[in-house]
Each structure stands twice: as structure tokens, then as C-alpha cells.
């Protein structure tokens, strides 16, 4: 079984600019989940999409947004880049809920300059 | 407010030595799982292991083991006979029923020497 693949593996924007990062979650995943990891701040929850619709979202401004698509395949998007959004941006997959455990991407770095 | 905290932020041991990683959960919700996951150099997280709050049951597979004692609101995870290739960052996170929330410790940088 193909596990998460996230596309681009890196990324290279300017302050200002706009990006979107894709995951395609493992086949049969219903859940797709977005983290940001940043050395000072760790692993961070983004948001979590289940069957198209958006079930939770962490504490982030609204220039993070998402999306999943009627295969499970999910898009993320920063808009107005800033120089602290430099991070590991994850995707992870799972079956439907928390109870289940949630296989993670390869990650794509994105760096802001 | 759920909260994770892994106190020990790099453990270095020397190949064969057995290590034990910390984690206490804190959550008001009686339903809950944690997870431990492993950050190899390589950067993807791999899961190790998932306990529910309901499970009690100390866990082996292999050279790992995992104590989760509610009592104390601690999920603590050891490696026996460390090698190299255990070298990597260990998180341990908690999750609440429903939503595909996890919620991470700070991870606990170990460094296995040959």
C-alpha cells in the first residue's frame, strides 16, 4: 500500500507571495490532518479535513486555509507569506478519527525570504 | 486545556544501554489515545505505537516497551539494548475522540553512541 505522498518536497517563496502544498493520504483514508513544524514551536496543528468538510482547526490565522477533494486528496494554502512561516509543513492520513493512528507524508519544507 | 510534556529535551547513551523517554498527558476528557511517533534524521514521522485510555496494558515489541499508568497520567516509552539506529527525535502526543487533532510533546532528542 502507497503511503502519504506530499508534493513539492521543497519550496523556495518570497515574503508576500502565496503557496499551496498538496497530500494525497493513503488509499482509503477519509482523514487528512496539516501540522507545521518549526524548531521554537514545535509540532503544531493546522486544521483536519474528513469527507470534504473541515472537522477541527488549530490556532492559526486565517491566511492558512485547506481544502480535501471527493478522493481524500487535500491542499493547503498560505496566502501572504511571511518570513515565520519557514517550516516542515506535514500531512498525515487515518482511517476516520482520533482513535485511529495517522500516518505521516515525507513533509515539504517551504522556506520564506 | 490537553497538554503533553516531555521534560527530557536530549538523552545521549552509549550502544547496549537500555533508555527510558518520559510523557505526561494532561486532558479532562476520559476518552483519549496517545501515540508515540519516531523523527528519524530523514524527517517523516513513523508511528511506533497507539494506546487507549481504557488500556491499561503495558505493552513489548521487540527491544521496545511501553508503561501507561492513567494514575499518574504518564505514557513513558523505553528502548532496551539501544543501538545507533535508534538515534532519532521521539514524540509522544495525545488525541481526543473525535477529529484528527494530535497534540504533541516537544519531543525527546536521543542520541545513541556507538
Known amino acids: 500500500k502507497a503511503g502519504v505522498t506530499q508534493t513539492p518536497r521543497y519550496l523556495i517563496k518570497t515574503r508576500g507571495q502565496q503557496v499551496t502544498l498538496s497530500c494525497s493520504p493513503i488509499s482509503g483514508h477519509r482523514s487528512v490532518s496539516w501540522y507545521q513544524q518549526t524548531p521554537g514551536q514545535g509540532l503544531q496543528f493546522l486544521f483536519e479535513?474528513?469527507?470534504?468538510?473541515?472537522?477541527n482547526k488549530g490556532n492559526f490565522p486565517g491566511r492558512f486555509s485547506g481544502r480535501q477533494f471527493s478522493n481524500s486528496r487535500s491542499e493547503m494554502n498560505v496566502s501572504t507569506l511571511e518570513l515565520g512561516d519557514s517550516a516542515l509543513y506535514l500531512c498525515?492520513?487515518?482511517?476516520?478519527?482520533?482513535?485511529?493512528?495517522?500516518?505521516f507524508g515525507p513533509g515539504t519544507r517551504l522556506t520564506v525570504l | 486545556a490537553q497538554k503533553v510534556t516531555q521534560a527530557q529535551t536530549e538523552i545521549s547513551v552509549v550502544e547496549k544501554e537500555d533508555v527510558t523517554l518520559d510523557c505526561v498527558y494532561e486532558?479532562?476528557?476520559?476518552?483519549?489515545?496517545l501515540f508515540w511517533y519516531k523523527q528519524p534524521p530523514s524527517g517523516e514521522l513513523v508511528f511506533l505505537i497507539r494506546?487507549?485510555?481504557?488500556?491499561?496494558q503495558n505493552e513489548i515489541s521487540g527491544r521496545y516497551s511501553w508503561n501507561f499508568q492513567k494514575s499518574t497520567s504518564s505514557f513513558n516509552f523505553t528502548i532496551t539494548a539501544s543501538q545507533v539506529v535508534d538515534s532519532a527525535v521521539y514524540f509522544c502526543a495525545l488525541s481526543e475522540e473525535e477529529g484528527g487533532k494530535l497534540i504533541f510533546g516537544q519531543g525527546t532528542e536521543l542520541s545513541v553512541k556507538p
Open positions: 479535513y474528513f469527507s470534504e468538510t473541515q472537522r
Open positions: 486532558t479532562r476528557d476520559t476518552t483519549y489515545y
Open positions: 494506546r487507549n485510555s481504557f488500556d491499561e
Open positions: 498525515a492520513s487515518s482511517l476516520t478519527s482520533g482513535r485511529f493512528e495517522q500516518f
